[in-house]
């Protein structure tokens, strides 16, 4: 059972304080779009082998949304981050480069 | 036959005597004894039948791997089934029962099976009950679901009670053998939060029985020394009867503590479930001692050679007394220097190795035990229990070289580390060709949240099998190397094997597995699942190893190549009642009440569970049906005033400078023109476009919004709410505020309500101050209110919040001041069919995660001017605009009656998959007492262009009732009730 | 008013710890920016701004940090109407929103040796390490709940007002006679 830390209220929650939200970072596509771009938006997803972000809610918590870097494989986690920003912050990018290098291939 | 000794037995209490029940018989036993030990004292060598051939089965082990010694425990709500003897701590009254037999342990019918094993090989069932396939249902399944299963499930009730525990710690120790104990004091001396859990009632594991010495002393004094030490330290936790069931993700452990099953007189919970976070966890979980595999190993009074020493040095039990020893490594020895010490003989020491000349075996002969090496069990000799044995020489065919009588067989096939728990987060092992075992590969450890190993391990279970190899300063006889042997003889004959079992609960032999090779299952896996080797509730502690040997052999290939079966939590079974822990009767699951609650049960209400709320469905009076009692309020609320409790309603606050671009996102209305002090019904969708919920948004003031969302939808709304504004539009200045219980809602229903009101008095209700669709606050009644002029029934209709804390005295004053007006309480039940009178949808009856708002009619409620929405994207799509998706229509049967729910309009010819096509389905069917018939709400293929139609519906008899499509809105359609 | 009821008046319950509901309680949830409605939190509430998850003063009076952007203002019942107005006055330039909550919740004190084993029976949250003025937001078997410290052995818990009863029920069994672990 996952432990992530909340970033929001530094609360190391157990998986059943959260709430999960999927894949992170996607861009919304609304009205005027393109039929394949809001596909993508709105179906398709990653489902890597290793690296990924996520979303997650500190649901029986604060109740803040926030993201996490993790490995899907061992579950290690690289570290958790605010919900207001559309990528990865460097220090997490970097960390994950000297952990799993070669993962943005 | 087995007995207690006149001395000896380190764990017992001599000076007490406890009675027990064994099968309605009363035995003794003491203090310390388990219920096997306690058995054998009473020489109850015969303890239960196997599985498949109802063979004989007696105690083989001393702890958590027994197969066989599974039996009912307690009585009535207290009985359990399938408990092990070997674990279960006697005390004074205990009962127990044996199992799978019939009509008695002694004398078994389904024993019979037993004596055509050739009937029963691997794959038995698979090959045999295939065809006829008619046969499946009405034969084989019956009898096989007759025969099947250990033990009986209790009936009654479980008496007792359960709970959880969250603890945390840095390190958790696994096991409180000397191993587990040593690591525990080290990771506390560096001032860790150290927990150390042990399964059994005892400290030192196996230590105190098999010997050594530390720094000169017996290991007895350490292990006294360092749990003192341990005890003392404020960072240390120790739990005894505690075992660790499982590893999860993250350092996760569930502990299963056993509180009171061996003094059932204690107060308090049964068994706790601990769930433990652990900064690191050490497992210092041992080894388990294999069988070997020899014809007739099953016998009762075949017992591994360890739990024989156990049983005499522990309890002061001799299981036999002419034990035979047999084994193919030196440990095995301090049997029998233990059965010589208790007085007992020795025949003869069967070592399968060519020569034995290790400290031990020499210590044996120098006690003058002959040793016999080269030499192998050809036969056990005996039925319900061992009265002989014929050896062979282990590298032959199991030709009988000699025959020695003897009622007991003390076997060993060297040490397997408990590699359980280290393997269920995915830590690898190695297989150690030497030694013969699978052990942890530090290498490949687990790896916890931080990417660092999770979980190390210590002692026996990482294959330090000798004391002064977990321990400095430790000294312990030196011990040569064993040699492997997976079966005895080595060249046994078929005749044999069929004898020769590996998992004792599932009776499968090494034949089982042989064949199972032959008919190509290569993989372990499959193996384990068409011979169920393994698949016994002990998991295959005792045969795992040995099967997967017999299989590498069939298959000629080495063990490692072969590997091991997944290793699967829990490591012994736990209870369903810890698992549930507090949550069982009132407290199964959160009951939400609203204020108004206690009113409700004394006016007997007959509840509706909506989510997790319970809700009145109606009011019946005495000797009335719900039926009637819907009727009744309908009729009374459509023709004077109804009361509803509708506290249940989400209420949500949004709030801000952007609150009006954040409803018009939210709702596919415009909700930003919306005029403070009025009400608007609004449809809301999620980004795919489906309709999520419905109900009534009122601008409180100019940056304020309150939001009703249905019953069951407060919290997603509130939720999905949060999330947009959290994770898109984080820049947008808006706060919410889930003030759903913070008010008692309730709903004054009817032609009279205004007068009830006005009866109150405090403030002006009339339509010129407070028109339909406008909300006012000010009191009612001396009660501080919010006063809603909005209607779910289609009459004339205020819901009037005031703070939940005095929702009770309100509703109190409201019935009061209704009394004269006939005021009625009414449920959901009543509710609903006014609703559907008006043709109102309701989320979840017309609505079921495929319904847009188009297919429903209310395009009028989507906004044209807006050039987005949640939801308006995804409406574009299009199957979203297929003219051929099903639209919302009324119902009515032709003959008054009401539509089956939810059945299908049929249509000509049939579809794709060759079943009757379909044109439409009903969403909503009630019968309207207002009309005095059935009405009903559908979805139908061009439903709007097809009105006065006739289509028909199929019934649950299988046959068709004809309907007319109709406008949905069956009263008063130009709502001049509800505007007055 | 003479009116309110809290959701479970006089429940009571003794074993292990006591478990006692604790009646009306005000309560205003405060959303904003907390560097900007610090002040107004000081000047209304008499309170300082508490740090991420603490919690200063208690029940009757005091402020609970909730999230980043939440406050939970505690005061007497009858007041916290006017301390929802004093605070839109005090704020009415910055972005915020107050509420008067006290309805919708309710208030139990655990109170004895063992009351922290009685909420680790239920919670996710490591007791043993849990501090006076620590506020924690979490899960109680499964409902959301809040708790502090009030006191060496005292534990105030706040959950919703409809799973009171329920609550209570989860705490009152986490409580009974003879079921303390002996861990803390």
């Known amino acids: ?105 | 036959m087995s007995t207690r000794l006149k001395s000896g037995g380190r764990l017992i209490d001599r000076s007490e005597t406890l009675k027990f029940q064994w099968n309605d018989k009363w035995l003794r036993g003491h203090p310390g004894d388990t219920l096997a030990s306690a058995l054998l004292a009473n020489d109850q060598t015969l303890v239960g039948r196997s599985f498949k051939y109802h063979r004989p089965r007696g105690i083989v082990a001393s702890g958590v791997e027994e197969p066989n010694a599974l039996v009912g425990l307690g009585k009535g709500a207290k009985f359990e089934p399938n408990q092990r003897a070997t674990t279960a701590e006697l005390f004074d009254g205990l009962i127990a029962e044996s199992q799978n037999h019939w009509p008695s342990l002694e004398f078994d019918i389904g024993a019979v099976n037993a004596l055509v094993p050739k009937l029963f090989p691997a794959g038995f069932y698979y090959k045999t009950f295939i065809h006829p396939r008619a046969f499946w249902k009405h034969v084989f399944e019956p009898v096989i679901r007759k025969a099947a299963g250990l033990g009986k499930a209790p009936k009654d009730r479980d008496a007792d009670r359960y709970e959880h525990f969250y603890a945390f710690c840095d390190v958790l120790v696994v096991g409180g053998g000397v191993a587990g104990l040593n690591a525990a004091l080290q990771a506390a001396k560096e001032g860790k939060r150290v927990l150390v859990l042990e399964q059994t009632p005892h400290w030192g594991g196996r230590s105190p029985v098999d010997g050594g010495t530390v720094d000169g002393k017996p290991v007895a004094d350490w292990i006294n020394d360092t749990v003192e030490a341990l005890e003392r330290m404020d960072n240390v936790r120790m739990r005894r009867r505690c075992m660790a069931a499982g590893i999860y993700d993250h350092g996760y452990v569930i502990g299963y503590e056993r509180l009171t099953d061996h003094a059932p007189a204690k107060q308090g919970p049964r068994h706790r479930l601990w769930r433990i976070r652990a900064g690191h966890v050490v497992t210092a979980t041992g080894a388990i001692e294999r069988p070997l595999s020899f014809a007739g190993n099953d016998i009762p009074g075949v017992m591994l050679a360890s739990a024989v020493r156990d049983y005499i040095v522990d309890y002061g039990v001799s299981p036999g007394d002419r034990v035979v020893v047999v084994t193919n490594n030196d440990d095995a020895y301090r049997t029998a220097l233990a059965v010589r010490e208790a007085g007992l003989v020795v025949p003869a020491i069967v070592d399968a190795r060519p020569e034995a000349n290790g400290a031990l075996p020499q210590a044996a002969r120098a006690a003058g035990i002959m040793v016999k090496t080269g030499t192998g069990i050809a036969k056990v000799q005996g039925g319900k229990r061992v009265t002989g044995v014929e050896l062979c020489a282990q590298a032959g065919e199991g030709a009988t070289l000699e025959t020695l009588p003897c009622d007991a067989i003390a076997m060993s096939g060297g040490w397997s580390p408990v590699v359980h728990l280290w393997s269920h987060t995915g830590g690898k092992l190695t297989w150690d060709a030497e030694r013969a075992f699978f052990a942890p590969d530090p290498s490949r450890a687990p790896v916890g949240h931080d990417g660092a190993p999770s979980v190390s391990v210590v002692g026996a279970a990482a294959g330090d099998l000798t004391l002064p190899a977990i321990l400095d300063g430790a000294e312990a006889p030196e011990e040569t190397p064993l040699r492997p042997v997976w079966m005895m003889p080595e060249g046994a004959s078929a005749d044999k094997r069929l004898k020769m079992w590996l998992d004792y609960q599932n009776d499968v032999k090494v034949s089982d597995v042989q064949l199972a090779a032959q008919e190509g299952y290569e993989s372990v896996e499959h193996t384990k699942r068409y011979t169920t080797l393994g698949m016994a509730t002990d998991q295959g502690k005792l045969s795992n190893i040995n099967g997967l040997a017999v299989l590498s052999d069939a298959l000629g290939q080495p063990i490692p190549q072969t590997g091991t079966t997944t290793f699967r939590p829990p490591y012994t079974p736990i209870s369903m009642g810890a698992i549930a822990g507090e949550a069982r009767g009132e407290i199964f699951q959160p009951l939400r009440r609203t204020p108004i609650h206690s009113r409700h049960e004394a006016a007997g209400a007959h509840w509706e569970p909506v989510g997790h709320w319970r809700r009145p469905y109606c009011f019946p009076k005495a000797g009335e049906s719900h039926r009637d009692a819907v009727n009744r309020e309908i009729n009374a609320t459509r023709s004077g005033v109804g009361l509803l409790d509708a506290s249940t309603l989400g209420k949500i606050l949004v709030k801000g400078p952007d609150a009006g671009q954040f409803m018009d996102m939210l709702y596919t209305n415009m909700m930003s023109s919306l005029k403070p002090g009025k009400c608007r019904y609004g449809l809301m969708c999620s980004e795919n476009g489906f309709l999520m919920d419905d109900g009534v948004v009122v601008r409180l003031d100019d940056d304020t919004f309150l939001a009703h969302t249905t019953t069951g939808g407060a919290d997603r709304i509130h939720a999905h709410m949060e999330e947009w504004l959290q994770t898109e539009w984080w820049d947008w200045k808006v706060y919410t505020a889930n003030v759903t219980e913070q008010w008692a809602q309730i709903g004054v229903v009817g032609p009279k309500a205004r007068a009830v009101l006005e009866k109150l008095g405090g403030m002006d209700v009339s339509a010129e101050t407070l028109p339909f669709m406008t909300y006012a606050e000010g009191t009612l009644g001396g009660f501080d209110a919010r006063v809603f002029r909005i209607s779910f029934s289609g009459e004339l209709s205020f819901e009037i919040a005031v703070p939940a804390s005095q929702g009770l005295a309100f509703w109190d004053a409201l019935a009061e001041a209704g009394a004269e007006f006939g005021i009625t309480p009414y449920g959901t039940e009543a509710l609903h069919v006014m609703r559907a009178e008006k043709g109102f949808i309701m989320i979840g009856d017309e609505t079921d995660g495929t319904v847009i708002p188009q297919d429903l009619g209310l395009d009028w409620a989507i906004s044209k001017k807006k050039d987005d929405y949640i939801g308006k994207r995804a409406q574009e799509r299009s199957h979203m605009t297929d003219p051929e998706r099903w639209k919302l229509v009324g119902l009515e049967t032709l003959d008054g009656s009401v539509l089956p729910d939810g059945s299908y309009a049929v249509a000509d010819g049939t579809n794709a998959n060759g079943q009757g096509a379909v044109q439409g389905r009903v969403t909503s069917t009630y019968y309207s007492p207002t009309l005095g018939r059935g009405i009903a709400m559908g979805l139908v293929l061009h439903g709007p262009d097809r009105m006065d139609e006739e289509i028909a519906f199929n019934t649950v008899s299988g046959g068709t009732v004809k309907a007319k499509i109709v406008n949905a809105v069956f009263y008063d359609p130009e709502g001049e009730k509800q505007n007055v | 008013m003479s009116n309110a009821v809290s959701a479970l008046p006089g429940a009571a319950h003794a074993g292990i710890a006591s478990v006692t509901e604790m009646g009306l309680q005000g309560m205003v949830t405060l959303r904003g920016d907390h560097a900007e409605i610090a002040a107004a939190v000081k000047k209304v509430a008499k309170q300082d701004l508490p740090g991420q998850r603490r919690i200063n003063g208690g029940l009757g009076k005091g402020v609970a940090w909730m999230s980043p952007d939440e406050l939970l203002i505690l005061c007497a019942y009858e007041d916290a109407a006017s301390i929802v107005e004093k605070l839109d006055k005090e704020l009415k330039d910055a972005h915020h929103l107050a509420a008067n909550v006290s309805d919708a919740r309710a208030v139990f004190a655990v109170e004895g040796p063992a009351a922290r084993e009685v909420i680790a029976k239920l919670c996710p949250v490591d007791m043993a390490v849990f501090e006076d003025g620590e506020i924690r937001r979490t899960r109680m078997a499964q409902v959301p709940a809040a708790f502090w410290m009030a006191g060496p052995d005292t534990i105030h818990v706040v959950c919703f007002r409809s799973v009171a009863r329920y609550v209570f029920d989860l705490l009152a069994t986490s409580a009974a006679e003879g079921s303390g672990p002996g861990f803390f």
């Open chain 1, 1 to 105: 059972m996952l432990l992530l830390t909340c970033p929001n209220c530094g609360v190391a929650a157990e998986e059943t304080e959260l709430a999960p939200g999927g894949e992170a970072h996607l861009k919304r596509v609304g009205p005027g779009s393109e039929d394949a771009d809001f596909e993508g938006y709105l179906f398709l997803r990653k489902n890597p082998k290793g690296v990924h972000f996520e979303r997650w809610r500190h649901a029986n918590g604060c109740g803040k949304w926030f993201h996490a870097a993790r490995c899907t494989v061992t579950l290690e986690v690289f570290g958790t981050y605010s919900a207001q920003t559309t990528e990865p912050p460097k220090d997490i990018l970097l960390k994950i480069d000297d952990k799993r290098p070669g993962w943005r291939g």
